[in-house]
């Protein structure tokens, strides 16, 4: 590794050099279809049209050849996108053809070193990162001036950031796309606000992606209203999904207050004095941590009742 031209948490642009291996670069472009070959003129194909547009995006028009044709345009357009960064465009040695020879007749672009052999100017899929999107930000660098390349150098994100979080199957009942959300962060001390972009169909199966064991929930991913400082990037942050307001007050416990038997009946449990009560209750709308409840017809359980909750021998029955 001869030059490191980035680090984590910086900002990344088209055509810009990341790393220096041996004396060539690795830079980024914007692209979909992965490099899988090296291009060169006479090629054609997608991955010919993405180059002419990352190419043309980074101030290096093709000229006339058509969309997916590696010609003369995208030759010189190689040579003067290379130039901008710093470096030569690689060249591949190949015997001198009519083909080749039409297609290296620019002596500003290559030089013909003799009558049988060519010099054909190549786009290796060695130097270049594809991504989707840009802003780009590094994430991590894994590697320093004078180690040797190995398989990996560094790690990009690209795109905006989003927020994934994950709920409760009573919790996505109340969830729903364009409800607002406030995303607040302990690392940077900030709030942020969002909207749900979705909420998935499916569960997320016990103990992936770090939950708890044995609880299955949904992913709620919610797109921010601006975009988020750098580094948030893989951080925890915590949301508030704005869901509903009940129109008057309601019954309302701790959440965890909440318990379910082993018949599945949801229930709370009233103390008055030595003497425990269990009531089945509904449960509602949930927020700041209180679960709206409601009891069944002719059970009597009213706002200053005090109830049973998990971390503390008792709290109030509240309206709110």
Same mark, same amino acid.
């Given at each position: 590794?001869? +030059? !490191? +031209? ?10 810009? !050099? @990341? ?7 690795? &830079? !980024? ?13 006479? +090629?054609?194909?997608?991955?010919? !049209?993405?180059?002419?547009?990352? @190419? ?12 997916? /044709? ?16 710093? *470096?030569? /465009?690689?060249? @591949? ?6 083909? #080749? ?8 672009? /290559? ?19 594809? /991504?989707?999107? &840009? ?6 660098? *894994?590697?320093?001036? $004078? ?17 994934? $979080? ?21 690392? =940077?001390?900030?709030? &942020? ?40 990037? $893989?951080?925890?942050?915590?949301? =508030? ?14 959440? #965890? ?52 909750? $998990? ?8 309206? #709110?």
């Amino acid at each position: 590794m001869t +030059k !490191v +031209k980035t680090a984590p948490g910086k900002k990344v642009s088209v055509g810009q !050099v @990341l790393l220096e291996i041996s004396g060539r670069p690795l &830079f !980024v472009l914007r692209g979909s279809v992965p490099a899988y070959r090296d291009l060169v003129p006479g +090629k054609r194909g997608e991955d010919v !049209v993405q180059l002419q547009a990352a @190419l043309l995006e980074s101030g290096h028009p093709t000229g006339g050849d058509p969309s997916g /044709v590696f010609g003369m345009g995208t030759q010189r357009a190689l040579v003067t996108f290379y130039r901008s960064i710093g *470096y030569e /465009v690689p060249g @591949l040695n190949a015997p001198m053809t009519e083909e #080749s020879n039409l297609a290296v007749n620019d002596s500003a672009t /290559v030089e013909q070193e003799n009558d049988s052999v060519s010099v054909i100017p190549t786009f290796p899929m060695s130097e270049v990162i594809f /991504v989707q999107s &840009f802003p780009a930000h590094v994430d991590e660098v *894994y590697v320093s001036v $004078g180690d040797e390349a190995g398989a990996s150098l560094l790690s990009l994100s690209s795109g905006a950031l989003t927020v994934e $979080g994950l709920v409760t199957p009573q919790e996505k009942g109340m969830i729903r796309p364009g409800q607002k959300v406030r995303i607040y962060s302990d690392t =940077t001390g900030r709030q &942020f606000t969002g909207k749900v972009s979705s909420v998935s169909k499916n569960k997320r199966p016990a103990n992936d992606g770090g939950q708890e064991s044995g609880v299955e929930n949904y992913v709620v991913k919610v797109t921010p209203s601006e975009p988020l400082p750098v580094k948030l990037n $893989g951080e925890n942050v915590q949301l =508030t999904v704005v869901a509903a307001s009940s129109r008057g007050k309601v019954l309302a416990v701790p959440s #965890s207050a909440i318990s379910t038997g082993a018949d599945g009946l949801t229930s709370v449990t009233e103390r008055r004095g030595r003497t425990e009560r269990r009531i089945p209750v509904t449960v509602g709308m949930t927020g700041d941590g209180f679960v709206q409840i409601t009891p069944p017809k002719g059970t009597r359980l009213e706002a200053g009742a005090q109830v049973v909750v $998990g971390v503390q021998p008792r709290s109030t029955v509240g309206r #709110s």
